[in-house]
């Protein structure tokens, strides 16, 4: 009675909604995420290098990031500034509040600290001078954090753009700072004399302890304090929020205020222990980075630290390789590690269900 | 059966993770034939139907249509199969008239041309009874006339095999027997019916066979004239069930609840509720019955302080007389604002003012410990304001509302924080500690997952991987541990399968016995009938009536549903004197 005009045939493949796996392993998949990035990395090197095999490619990477003990103090240096960062805008990720901000957060709160040092430092005792560096950068940070939640919460504005927008806002202010102190200079400022971190054990060691016992306080915050329950419940559900009584904006307003005082924390440390300066690129994109390390790590302090020294690892044997021939080179890798990591949590909810061969039953012509 | 087979299916079985929605399901329908497909919620009667209108793909097995097997990997397919599906939720374009709606998407080489196809669509209509006008836009229509343009959809794409799901889950007596009628025409025309549906009565009205899904098996196909509502719920459940729910007579029944010419619009300026007034009395269920989205759920979170009011009074009588002031949510200065309006009385008779008998204030250390020893009582009920308040004023204010929402993971429950937490939700802020205490929220989850039997791996596991009932458990257990003096509960057995909701009735009543004024948004209009103390009717955000519930029929509330006004509005005035 009624024709078809067009035979379809069964698909190729289709998607199947995986049990959840055991915990093995998802880590084998991810290993060989890991593996099969690092030999498309290798592959690409002798393609696009020259004097590079494979085996060359990852002993320099491994060489590169820990070949000396100055690396390896390199290595957990910039570890220790991309995991405090990242832990600053854990807080607001876990609320679903999209602070792209961390940048220009960290960015003033340096340019506090170094205003505070360039006016006041040699006035005053070296400790007290610590102090209100300190103090100027978290509240620096912390403004820079609240105010767009305060927008978010007061009128419902964009908070990616408003955080992204902000971060202008900040290297706009430090050029203006820097034009305004040395003018003669090239708008360079030189390393202050004041306001210096006490060097303990070794001059990165005092850094390294602070971030740690950050982690610590963090994941405390979050998980077992009661401000960190309600930013867990107005991130995963804001009618739940309203629903048991808790005031969304209140909650919003105060979790940014905390995210941005860690970045001013963290641009103190940028200045007090290690640059005792300021440039408009000081903080070098770690906001952004930062992105990437909480939300690998699923927002979780603790597994930070591993996905923190992951990145800057492979930032620093990329360096090692590529740098010479094409300062974009690490940045490639990376992006192809970091590809094949995201992209292997597919394959960890989902698996691939394929058209069984043969077919039985006549399905001729 | 000397018909021709229209659609067929062999072995087919789908799995979501580890979940069977079907495990190899063998059915057929009829041409001519009207099959109702039946089961509990979550027995995979959806799923088996969209993989028949090509929504998903099977696992193994294969469908056959006229005999001859079929890949169908798309809707499209489908329709190329003349396999049509009406979903529950409608697919339509608010600002498109009906015959646009209709001829959306349709590729058949011809020009377009409106006035041509809105004389099919009239053709189509008139040949099956419907009533649509193909130039009304969608905006203007009723859920009953959406329901009638995508099932003309269907039919205009020269569909012969459609699937309706859940049809008359979005209309009332009424207009489901107009529905049926429709779909008696289309039988005699030969088409091929697939009606899903878990109401019993439904299946024995229109059904020609009964195909009975149960955890994704498919148990038997009968014959609708050869059996019974008993024997239906049998094959569905599993076991015998008996049917009925206890309604024990109110006792001590007073006003709790007192609610006068509430009003709101939305952000849109939309009137949602319309002068709602009534009353929830302890002792007693209220059941609340109108077609979804009058307002039913704007009304109780009104009442639960979510929405910002136009106009009206939300009173609540605390039953607190002779009973002692405790700081169990309230606050020193509440203590004192109830001593300044002279409610406040100590346990012999004195009056308590805040003051001494020389008259001077007594320190707040004195106080504190007068309102811990217990020794300062209500001198009468307390009434309070709900207007205006927030939630967590609401619960500051010592008042015990409990509120089961319709949306249970999206506001009641936390779907990705695990049971414990989301007992929490309730009570974290007990104490001055800046950390959460777990403890007894973990006690409460063992003794919730104990005492309603709920089915999880453990109190660790998130919300979101339960199944509905048992999620639905989990929710009305914490807001009934609550000691709630309120207990309101929107659509709370939507979803579930017939055991759970018998415990979710059973709950309900037992809170009633308790003294608790419980209000009951409903759909199933038999259970309203047979659960209920009083019932109000809204429609559109109106109240339409109040009847009581021994004496309705489904037929009076039908009519209300519909805001059939003129005899109710007296009736209404009357009853709520």
Redesign the interface.
């Known amino acids: ?2 024709t ?8 190729l493949f ?1 998607v ?5 796996l055991p915990v093995w392993k998802g880590m084998l998949i991810r290993v060989i995420a890991v593996v099969a990035a690092i030999l498309l990395c290798a592959l690409l090197s002798v393609i696009m290098l020259e004097n590079v095999d494979p085996i060359k490619f990852v002993t320099t990477l491994f060489d590169g990031a820990i070949g000396s003990q100055r690396r390896l103090w390199k290595l957990a240096k910039d570890t220790a500034v991309l995991l405090c960062i990242s832990l600053a805008v854990t807080p607001a990720f876990r609320m679903k509040f999209w602070n792209i901000g961390a940048e220009g957060q960290t960015l003033v709160g340096a340019l506090a600290s170094v205003a505070v040092a360039y006016y006041l430092g040699g006035k005053m005792p070296e400790p007290l001078l610590l102090v209100l560096m300190l103090v100027a950068s978290v509240a620096a940070g912390a403004v820079w954090g609240g105010l767009p939640a305060l927008c978010k919460a007061k009128w419902n504005t964009n908070e990616t753009l408003f955080t992204l927008m902000m971060n202008y806002v900040a290297t706009g202010l430090v050029a203006y700072f820097l034009a305004l102190w040395c003018p003669s200079n090239g708008s360079v400022l030189g390393r202050l004399d004041f306001g210096h971190l006490p060097v303990v054990l070794h001059e990165y060691f005092l850094l390294i302890v602070v971030t740690l016992v950050l982690t610590a306080i963090v994941y405390v915050y979050l998980h ?6 309600e930013i ?2 107005v991130g ?2 804001e ?2 929020a ?6 969304v904006g209140k909650v919003i307003v105060r979790t940014m205020i905390v995210s941005g005082a860690i970045c001013g924390l963290a641009g103190f440390l940028i200045v007090g222990a290690l640059d005792h300066s300021i440039t408009t690129t000081s903080v070098g994109g770690l906001g952004f980075t930062a992105i990437m390390v909480s939300w690998l790590a699923k927002f979780n302090p603790l597994i930070m630290v591993g996905t923190s020294l992951f990145i800057t690892f492979l930032q620093q044997g990329c360096a090692e390789i590529g740098s010479a021939v094409d300062p974009s080179f690490p940045n490639i890798i990376v992006g192809i590690v970091l590809f094949f990591i995201i992209g292997c949590e597919f394959f960890i909810g989902y698996k691939l ?1 394929f058209r069984k061969f043969p077919k039985k ?1 006549g ?1 001729a012509s | 059966m000397s018909k021709p087979i229209a659609l067929q299916t062999k072995g087919v079985t789908k799995r979501f993770g580890s979940v069977v929605a079907n495990n190899n399901v063998d059915l057929c329908v009829h041409r001519g034939e009207i099959l109702a497909i039946l089961g509990e919620n979550g027995c995979g009667k959806t799923t088996l139907m969209n993989m028949i209108a090509g929504i998903y793909y099977p696992d193994s097995g294969s469908i056959l249509v006229d005999g001859e097997e079929v890949v169908i990997r798309s809707p499209k397919d489908a329709f190329r199969h003349g396999i049509g599906m009406i979903h529950q939720h409608f697919k339509l374009v608010d600002l498109f008239t009906a015959a646009e709606n209709i001829v959306l998407g349709v590729d058949d080489g011809k020009k377009y041309n409106i006035k041509e196809v809105n004389a099919r669509v009239a053709k189509i209509a008139e040949k099956y009874g419907f009533h649509v006008d193909p130039k009304k836009k969608i905006y203007e229509m009723s859920v009953s006339e959406k329901q009638t343009v995508e099932i003309l959809k269907v039919l205009y794409r020269g569909a012969d095999i459609l699937i309706l799901d859940e049809p008359s889950a979005v209309l009332t007596p009424q207009e489901t027997d107009k529905l049926f009628d429709v779909l008696r025409r289309m039988r005699e025309d030969g088409k091929s019916i697939l009606i899903i549906t878990h109401k019993l009565h439904e299946v024995m009205a229109i059904s020609d066979r009964v195909a009975v899904l149960r955890k994704g098996e498919h148990i038997a196909t009968v014959e609708t004239a050869r059996t019974s509502p008993a024997e239906l719920t049998e094959m569905m459940v599993g076991k015998k069930v008996a049917l009925n729910i206890d309604r024990p007579l109110p006792h001590d029944v007073r006003d709790r609840l007192v609610i006068k010419g509430l009003s709101m619009t939305d952000a849109e300026g939309v009137r949602i509720l319309d002068d709602i007034t009534f009353t929830a009395k302890a002792g007693e269920i209220l059941g609340i019955a109108g077609i979804a989205g009058s307002g039913q759920r704007e009304l109780l979170e009104s009442i639960a302080g979510l929405h910002h009011l136009q106009d009206g009074s939300i009173t609540y009588y605390n039953p607190k007389k002779d009973k002692p002031i405790t700081f169990y949510h309230k606050s020193f200065e509440r203590v004192m604002e109830l001593a300044g309006e002279g409610m406040l009385r100590y346990v012999d008779g004195r009056e308590f003012t805040g003051k001494d008998e020389q008259g001077r204030a007594l320190s707040r250390k004195t106080i504190c410990a007068q309102v811990e020893a217990g020794v300062i009582l209500f001198k009468d009920d307390e009434v309070i304001n709900l207007r205006e308040k927030t939630p967590l004023q609401i619960r500051e204010l010592g008042v015990r509302l409990s509120f089961v929402p319709e949306d249970r993971l999206g506001m009641g429950l936390v779907g990705n924080m695990d049971i414990v937490d989301n007992m929490m939700l309730r009570s974290y802020r007990r104490g001055q500690s800046v950390f959460v205490d777990r403890k007894k929220p973990g006690d409460l989850a063992h003794t919730i997952v104990h005492d309603l039997e709920v089915v999880t791996p453990s109190t660790h596991t998130p919300v979101r991987r339960l199944s509905g009932g048992n999620v639905q458990k989990v929710l009305v257990g914490r807001e009934i541990a609550a000691a709630p003096t309120v207990l309101m509960a929107a659509y709370p057995v939507r979803g579930l399968d017939i055991n759970s909701s018998y415990t979710i009735y059973n709950l309900l009543t037992e809170q009633k016995e308790r003294g608790v004024a419980v209000v009951f948004v409903g759909e199933d209009l038999d259970v309203l009938l047979e659960l209920c103390d009083r019932i109000l009717v809204i429609c559109a955000g109106r109240v339409t009536g109040v009847l009581d519930a021994r004496n309705a029929t489904k037929e009076e509330i039908g009519l209300l549903m519909t805001g059939d006004r003129e005899s109710s509005d007296a009736e209404t005035d009357k009853k709520e004197e």
């Open positions: 009675m009624k078809i005009e067009k035979r379809t045939r069964e698909p289709h199947v909604k995986r049990d959840s077992y304090t009661k401000h960190g329950y867990s419940v995963e559900s009618n739940t309203r629903y048991i009584g808790i005031n269900q039953g399905r």
